[in-house]
């Protein structure tokens, strides 16, 4: 397999982005939810927080990567089986997806840096304040972080449901393509 | 005629001039003198200290009844700072003061008792988180006189202790950390 899209399949990059970025993104959700009920006294109290940001920051740096790679690599051509309300639906629901991955990631970043002060990111690097001017900026960051997080997974789940649809009813490539697997 | 009593109305406010009597004062919220500091034990190792940044009020005193004195002090509980701004995210949080559903603390006083020269017990009734409870402010009359800019000043500063828990704050910081003290300083300006 290459490690670039073609016409017709996906390659090894955008797979194991796209995989790679969906547990992540599950797993920061359930981090999240976990951690905002951490009694004081937990010894995850501190660290859950330090690696939900951490694994955030990384996650951001990776979602460039990935939207980079699209120019460098554009998608696959839709299936010919695919009417045109199909490919704008899906048009239009990968762009909310990327649209919601980044209002969380970037919604996180306002919190903690609402002060001034830097993300520590695994205690190896900082990623210093940009914006700390927001009226209530952590109160405001911290409701878009909320909601876009829950619209984020659910959509998701949506997402991963409109595949099965296209497997299980549709019987087209869709999903094969994203497991590596299509026809040429 | 006139003479005498001009001379009497002179030489009277000579004597009361520069003496204390019975005033209405606003809280300098102007020029930001007056301070509602608290510091709570941090597991018992250190103080964290913190601020509410965005408060009024008034108080009336007369140095010569200081038992006929009152005190209105309404602070906006979503200005809380510690200096750390996931710290103070979580402060205003239903955790701890609850700002969205509590967006204010106030203090009315009910009665002021003189505990010695300059000192009073200042008892009153302090809502917060929703919670009506009587407090008493342990307070210390600073100075009173003439500003620089035509004003009329008195200065006090008022320090009390309360139990989280009393005021249905949630979230348990553990043994060493039940209580937390205010440190008040307020300046106000006779109106």
Redesign the interface.
């Known amino acids: 397999m290459h490690w670039r899209n073609t016409s017709t399949n996906y390659g090894l990059t955008s797979i194991a982005l796209h995989w790679l970025v969906a547990i992540v993104v599950f797993g920061l959700f359930g981090l999240g939810f976990w951690m905002v009920g951490l009694n004081y006294y937990s010894s995850w109290y501190r660290t859950a927080p330090d690696l939900h940001k951490s694994i955030g920051i990384v996650l951001f740096m990776v979602m460039l990567l990935r939207v980079l790679w699209r120019f460098v690599s554009p998608a696959p051509a839709p299936l010919a089986s695919q009417g045109r309300l199909t490919r704008i639906a899906a048009r239009l629901g990968h762009s909310l997806l990327y649209l919601g991955l980044f209002l969380v990631m970037i919604s996180g970043y306002l919190i903690s840096t609402a002060d001034g002060r830097p993300i520590s990111v695994f205690g190896l690097f900082e990623v210093p304040a940009l914006i700390t001017s927001i009226p209530d900026q952590a109160d405001s960051a911290g409701l878009v972080h909320e909601y876009a997080a829950w619209a984020l997974v659910i959509f998701a789940v949506v997402h991963a449901l409109a595949a099965l649809k296209h497997h299980f009813i549709d019987r087209d490539a869709t999903l094969k393509r994203m497991l590596g697997r299509a026809a040429g | 005629m006139l003479k005498k009593t001009l001379a009497a109305l002179v030489l009277g406010s000579a004597l009361v001039g520069g003496q204390a009597f019975a005033a209405d004062y606003a809280i300098d919220k102007q020029g930001q003198h007056a301070f509602v500091n608290f510091k709570i034990s941090h597991l018992g190792y250190s103080w964290l200290w913190g601020t509410f940044k965005d408060f009024d009020g008034s108080f009336s005193f007369d140095a010569d009844k200081p038992e006929a004195s009152k005190v209105n002090v309404t602070l906006k509980t979503?200005s809380v700072d510690t200096?750390?701004?996931?710290r103070?995210?979580h402060l205003?949080s239903d955790d701890f003061l609850n700002v969205d559903k509590h967006p204010t603390a106030t203090f009315e006083s009910t009665s002021v008792k003189s505990t010695g020269d300059g000192t009073a017990d200042i008892t009153g009734n302090l809502t917060l988180n929703g919670v009506t409870k009587p407090v008493v402010i342990a307070a210390k009359f600073i100075g009173e006189g003439d500003d620089p800019w035509g004003g009329y000043r008195a200065g006090f500063e008022g320090s009390t202790t309360l139990t989280l828990k009393d005021f249905d704050i949630k979230?348990?910081?553990?043994p060493a950390s039940q209580t937390v003290d205010l440190i008040i300083s307020v300046e106000g300006v006779r109106k």
């Open positions: 979503a200096n750390h701004a996931e103070d995210k205003r979230m348990d910081l553990g």
